[in-house]
């Protein structure tokens, strides 16, 4: 017997699980009375950084501020240009004007919808850029093997904007170790979360302790300042959840894989729809399962009568916001466009059920383009 679709629950695009786990540890904390950053943090952190096995983890209290944590500890700021993608969320170069810099866009690659390496090194050559940022975006890694290439020939610093690449890995590597400074975002729809969160991770120890002082002025000793600093810190009510969400994030990595392959077995013989690549030297993670496809608004309608839920990442390169317009953004990115226009991101997340991960694929392979 066919399920009647109208009157089955909807398939949310994200859907974070929170266990028993996060409860108790969460209720400790308030318990304790200590809320601020105290004890859960620092455990939040060592656990962080032994997981992807670098030396110095900072928590923070978003991605976004992270981010811009990153650019001040690394000394990049006013006078500085930073090369980006146009493609991603805002905050990636909103942290760049937030820290005083310059972003500069260079268009990304038509199948991985990563930072393509030769836009790179030619905004390098021709704005004399100091650093990027590339973005691991959807969980699939940026070609980190071209891209470190133009960073060593130019001396760029590097810094990885891993807030959808938690557990990714590039030739057996995990994202986040690959450059001086990588940032986490642990919101709701990513691959694990603190309700609002973020980490700075790093090698270097004096950028390690300079992200710690804009993070937390209190770090300063008997209140004398060397840096700006910030509140930009996680609280311990956040870090609670940090430790057992951590936990989990394989199992949940490796659910998300097992349902990305799903559909695009599903999805293989559809001549009007592109599914997600991963390149052979990439660990995706499936933050989003996002695909190309034309004509996408009937596909829209389409799925949201058969309850299955779906968005837009992104339905416009960032320096074509009206904000980035008005600071002089005017330059075009063909490849970028053309993904504005055809992008849609599918429910890939790990509370899926085999049953739910079969009615998306159904509800997309019901659709007749006209
Ligand atoms: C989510 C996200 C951020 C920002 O993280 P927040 O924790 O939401 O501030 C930055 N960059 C990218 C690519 C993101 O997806």
Not at 291 to 298: A, F, H, K, L
Request: hydrophobic fraction near 45%; glycine fraction near 8%; proline fraction near 6%.
């Amino acid at each position: 017997m066919r399920l009647n679709m109208r009157t089955a629950a909807k398939i949310p695009i994200a859907h974070p699980i929170i266990g028993e786990e996060e409860r108790q540890r969460v209720l400790e904390v308030l318990a304790s009375g200590t809320l601020v950053a105290d004890r859960m943090v620092r455990e939040f952190e060592e656990a962080f950084a032994a997981y992807l096995g670098v030396a110095h983890a900072v928590a923070t209290s978003s991605g976004t501020t992270g981010l811009q944590v990153a650019l001040e500890a690394l000394g990049i700021g006013a006078g500085d240009r930073v090369v980006t993608t146009p493609f991603t969320f805002a905050a990636t170069s909103h942290a760049i004007l937030h820290a005083g810099a310059r972003p500069v866009f260079a268009d990304v690659d038509p199948s991985t919808y990563n930072l393509d390496p030769h836009a790179l090194e030619e905004a390098v050559r021709r704005t004399g850029a100091r650093a990027v940022i590339v973005v691991h975006l959807f969980g699939l890694p940026s070609d980190m093997a071209a891209i470190g290439e133009v960073v060593r020939q130019h001396n760029l610093l590097l810094i990885e904007d891993c807030a959808q690449a938690h557990g990714a890995e590039f030739r057996g590597r995990k994202v986040g170790t690959l450059g001086h400074a990588a940032v986490f975002s642990f919101y709701p729809t990513k691959n694990m979360t603190t309700g609002e969160g973020g980490m700075v991770v790093t090698d270097d120890a004096a950028v390690a302790r300079r992200a710690r002082l804009l993070v937390d002025p209190r770090a300063a000793e008997e209140y004398v300042y060397d840096v700006i600093g910030h509140n930009f810190r996680m609280t311990d009510v956040a870090a609670a959840m940090g430790v057992p969400q951590l936990r989990r994030l394989d199992a949940h990595n490796a659910a998300r894989r097992r349902n990305a392959r799903r559909l695009t077995g599903a999805f293989r013989d559809l001549e009007w729809l592109t599914p997600p690549v991963e390149p052979g030297d990439a660990y995706h993670v499936y933050t989003q399962y996002t695909v190309r496809v034309r004509p996408r608004e009937g596909l829209m309608a389409h799925l949201s009568r058969e309850g299955v839920g779906c968005k837009i990442y992104y339905p416009l390169l960032i320096p074509q916001t009206p904000a980035y317009r008005r600071l002089g953004f005017d330059a075009t990115y063909p490849v970028g466009e053309t993904l504005t226009r055809e992008v849609l991101s599918l429910p890939v997340h790990p509370a899926l059920s085999a049953d739910d991960v079969a009615r998306v694929a159904d509800a997309v392979r019901s659709f007749r383009p006209a």
